[in-house]
């Protein structure tokens, strides 16, 4: 309807007027207490309204449930022993005398309903790496706009939906999905779907499912390995995998030949099975195998074919060099008619049959074939792919040996050497041949240390029973120059005469001499058959010294010094009379004592029937006592 201007006015006035002659009635004084209601539905709920206004002409509640009305009354109650109605809006009114004539609040009045039940919907199975949806479904819930849903692991929250913007009063159900990729770890790990109502501050109502015990997979299709050719009556091999299978232990395997079980097996530790089996005809066999994993199965299957294929035999013997030879492949017991025979030349094709007909290969033996690879094939062609024996031998051609090192005419050792440690023989002959070596028409052992008398001729003899070979060398031992005797001299030489001294060594080769001396235009050095000589003619003072001499060759050196002393002439002369006067002294001596000693002879006598002196002694001779003669005893 369209207000007109004049009508806005004159109310305008009127409000001015009722403001003016009663301001402390002037406003809305509506109290709801309690002013929020949260009330479980069914429950009772109670809800005081009233004014502190003294113009009231009345209260009351307006609602779909219960109204309420009280005449000249400043308070109303609403009351309801049961609330059982989704969308009562309860309005709290107060009507006065003065404007504003009626004010009217709306109660905020929550209804709420718990969860009838929350559950958890997760798939059979859930594989590992993969993303699966885990769905929390709750149902009959109200209001949904306070609803939480939350998914836990344990105690780790891992989702959260709520739904604050929905407006719906009356209970609804909601099923939220929440996207988990499982990992191995997660084996074994529980998960739960909790509902909450946050009607209000402080704890919300809580509402959880029962938790889900999550068993991830991994599980792939089988590999099934077998021949495609299995020979009749003999034990072939099947082996059925499962890669990447988890949780291990709960694999269960099923290998089945022609639908009949040929092995079952669970709880396997590795995730594979291998079986022998034998098949008993040609007929085709199918073998097939069936994984199993909780509630998931898989399978494999692969069609065999039988066949018969008896052993192919070779034949062949040694041929001597330059000789004719014959090899043969045969093939013994019932050979299938589809069957080739061929005979192979170090892989390459020789002679092929179609046939029962023996296979025979003639040949010109030459040393360059023997120890080449003969084989002897039989091929049988089947539907999938065709199946091959063979027999493999050498060629054995017998020829004389030779010796393919290369050997000098001569060789110069050292005392100590061996001839295996210079020598490395490289002989060839079939059969091997024997090699030893010969010096003097006999056997010499190769590892003996060698002296300086085994010089001379050897030979190096290969022989089998086709023949031999001779290689011969002359072998020289050397050794270093022997010990010079003596190694130290000393020769005395009068100035002015002439010496002579020789230094010679054994060795071989033969010594070179060098000398070290004192440097005189007198001494004259020469070399002959192997003595170096040093001649010093009309010795001086400056030939005084020492004279060294080194002989040497290859394997070492020996040494001679000769110390060489020149006197003048008077110091042997001196020498001369001092050594006389040594001498002739204690000879004089001697000689004056003995005469002493004869002149003066003394003795034992016999003074037997003499008398005595007066006194009883003995006179001295010459003294005046009577003369004795002396009696020698």
Not at 239 to 251: D, H
Not at 619 to 630: M, Q
């Given at each position: ?49 009233s004014t502190t206004r ?25 009351n309801v022993s049961s ?528 008398p005595s002196s007066a ?19």
């Amino acid at each position: 309807m369209e207000v007109r201007p004049l009508h806005i006015l004159s109310v305008s006035l009127l409000l001015v007027s009722i403001t003016t002659s009663g301001a402390a009635s002037a406003v809305c004084d509506v109290n709801i207490d309690p002013s929020r209601v949260v009330v479980r539905f069914g429950d009772p709920v109670t809800v005081n309204c009233s004014t502190t206004r003294e113009d009231v002409l009345g209260a009351g509640w307006e609602s779909s449930v219960n109204p309420v009305n009280e005449p000249n009354s400043k308070i109303a109650v609403w009351n309801v022993s049961s609330l059982t109605v989704w969308d009562a809006e309860p309005k709290c009114f107060i009507n006065y005398m003065n404007e504003p004539r009626q004010c009217v609040e709306k109660l905020d009045l929550v209804i709420y309903k718990y969860p009838e039940s929350v559950s958890l919907i997760a798939p059979d199975f859930m594989k590992i790496g993969e993303e699966s949806n885990i769905t929390c479904q709750v149902l009959d819930v109200a209001p949904i706009r306070y609803l939480s849903v939350k998914l836990y692991k344990g105690d780790e929250q891992l989702g959260n939906r709520s739904f604050t913007h929905n407006s719906t009063r009356f209970p609804v159900n909601e099923s939220i999905p929440f996207p988990v990729t499982p990992t191995r770890a997660d084996n074994g790990a529980e998960y739960t779907c909790v509902a909450e109502l946050q009607l209000g501050p402080g704890e919300p109502i809580k509402n959880a499912s029962l938790p889900f015990r999550m068993l991830p997979i991994d599980f792939e299709q089988p590999i099934l390995t077998v021949s495609e050719n299995v020979e009749v009556n003999q034990s072939s091999t099947v082996r059925c995998e499962l890669k990447n299978a988890f949780p291990p232990e709960e694999v269960q395997v099923e290998l089945l030949i022609n639908n009949e079980i040929h092995t079952n097996r669970s709880n396997m530790d590795n995730v594979y099975v291998e079986e022998s089996f034998t098949l008993d005809s040609v007929e085709p066999a199918v073998i097939t195998c069936n994984v199993s994993l909780r509630s998931l199965s898989k399978s494999a299957s692969r069609n065999v074919q039988g066949y018969v294929l008896p052993e192919p035999t070779l034949h062949t013997e040694a041929v001597l060099v330059n000789h004719t030879g014959i090899v043969t492949c045969s093939v013994d017991g019932s050979f299938p008619a589809t069957a080739t025979q061929r005979l192979l030349l170090n892989g390459l094709l020789v002679i092929e049959t179609h046939n029962s007909t023996p296979a025979q290969y003639e040949f010109k033996a030459e040393k360059e074939l023997n120890g080449k690879m003969i084989t002897c094939e039989t091929e049988l062609k089947l539907a999938a792919t065709p199946v091959k024996k063979n027999q493999s031998t050498t060629f054995n051609v017998l020829y004389p040996p030779t010796i393919k090192t290369h050997f000098p005419a001569s060789k110069d050792l050292k005392e100590g050497e061996t001839l295996s440690s210079h020598f490395d023989c490289e002989a060839e002959g079939n059969p091997p041949p024997k090699t030893v070596w010969l010096k003097d028409s006999k056997e010499f052992d190769s590892s003996k240390i060698l002296t300086r008398t085994d010089g001379g001729v050897y030979q190096l003899k290969t022989m089998n029973n086709y023949g031999s070979a001779v290689a011969t060398v002359t072998v020289t031992v050397g050794y270093e120059p022997s010990a010079i005797n003596p190694a130290e001299e000393s020769v005395p030489v009068l100035k002015g005469d002439s010496v002579v001294f020789n230094c010679t060594a054994d060795g071989i080769p033969a010594p070179t001499y060098t000398w070290k001396h004192p440097e005189a235009d007198n001494v004259k050095i020469t070399t002959k058959d192997s003595v170096s000589t040093v001649t010093i003619t009309g010795a001086s003072s400056s030939n005084h010294g020492v004279y060294e001499c080194q002989a040497w060759n290859i394997h070492g050196n020996s040494t001679r010094k000769v110390t060489v002393k020149v006197t003048d002439y008077l110091v042997p002369i001196i020498a001369g009379v001092v050594v006389l006067i040594v001498l002739v002294i204690p000879i004089l001596i001697m000689v004056l004592y003995y005469v002493y000693y004869k002149q003066h002879k003394t003795g034992e006598y016999n003074l037997k029937g003499k008398p005595s002196s007066a006194n009883g002694s003995v006179a001295h001779n010459g003294k005046a006592a009577e003369e004795i003669p002396l009696t020698p005893v």
